[in-house]
């Protein structure tokens, strides 16, 4: 990831590695919609991504009174692999295993980034629960087949059960919400492109 500036990387074990909002930037799809909107972010939000510690369950991610602990991250990276594996239609082997944990920094990254998207969706007061989450989770047991394939499935993704599965639901949704909030806040309508023209009429005028 390119370095902004705002992003200190850990080269000695048990210094803290800040990660600010700036580093959503290195995604070129979400630049485009962000870059106006890092404001409300970089004033508020900032991440501290402890170095192992010297307890049991140490916190890997803080964010302001949330945190993740180790055990926490680790229960998100088995997911997240296993979905990878899932989807190239293989098994998850211990060799598999060993190949994938080189995305572990990467995916560490991305975990903060998610909890800075959720936490800024919730800000905006902006839900995914109730009916609509209920609806949600009915579609993707009706997709599994029947109940035996959706527990196979709550147990090879590795998201065990019901209420894990409804939390990355609702997570992912709030992000799409958030994305979607911004994105909009971006349009610009006929009424302000009429009046932007307005007054640079003349910086539009064709010479003779």
């Known amino acids: 990831m390119p370095n902004d500036g ?5 080269t000695q074990p048990g210094r803290t590695h800040i990660v600010r909002p700036g580093s ?5 799809d979400m630049r485009r919609i962000l870059i106006p909107t890092l404001a409300f972010l970089a004033s508020s939000l900032a991440f501290v991504l402890a170095q192992v510690q010297h307890q049991d369950d140490p916190v890997v991610l803080r964010l302001g009174e949330q945190v993740e602990t180790l055990s926490e991250f680790e229960e998100r990276f088995d997911i997240a692999i296993r979905s990878v594996v899932a989807s190239r ?10 190949q994938l944990e080189a995305l572990r920094p ?3 990254e991305q975990r903060a980034q998610e909890i800075v998207l959720v936490s800024e969706a919730r800000e905006r007061d902006l839900s ?3 009916e609509e989450l209920d609806a949600r989770i009915a579609e993707i ?4 087949g029947d109940e035996g394939s959706f527990a196979e499935l709550l147990v090879t993704s590795g998201i065990g059960d019901e209420d894990t599965l409804r939390m990355l639901v609702q997570e992912n949704e709030l992000i799409n919400l958030l994305f979607g909030a911004i994105e909009a806040e971006q349009e610009i309508g006929d009424d302000e492109l009429r ?4 007054a640079r009429r003349d910086q539009f005028a064709v010479g003779e």
């Open 6 to 10: 705002a992003t200190r990387r850990p």
């Open 24 to 28: 959503l930037l290195a995604c070129p």
């Open 89 to 98: 239609g293989m098994e998850m082997t211990d060799d598999v295993r060993a």
């Open 106 to 108: 990467a995916f560490l």
């Open 128 to 130: 995914f629960e109730g």
């Open 141 to 144: 047991r009706a997709n599994s």
């Open 195 to 198: 009046t932007a023209y307005q």
